[in-house]
C-alpha cells in the first residue's frame, strides 16, 4: 500500500487541490485540466477498495 501510495503521489494523482467555491460538490472539478495523469485501480472485492481508499486518503 505504502508503494502504491507513493507512485501515485509521485505521478500527482490524488493530490487535493483546495476549491475556490466551498460550494462546489464534484470532486472531479477539483482536478487540474492540465493534469495528464489518471489511475484506475481494480479490486476483487469491495473490502479491498475501501482498504486501498483508507491507506491513500492518510
Not at 483546495?18 to 492540465?34: F, M, Q
Request: glycine share 6%; charged share 20%; proline share 7%.
Amino acid at each position: 500500500m505504502a508503494a502504491l501510495g507513493q507512485l501515485l503521489n509521485e505521478c500527482g494523482i490524488g493530490v487535493a487541490v483546495e476549491s475556490e467555491d466551498p460550494e462546489d460538490e464534484d470532486p472531479l472539478s477539483s482536478i487540474p485540466v492540465e493534469m495528464p495523469h489518471r489511475a484506475l485501480i481494480f479490486c476483487q472485492w469491495k473490502s479491498s477498495v475501501q482498504l486501498v481508499s483508507g491507506a491513500l486518503s492518510r
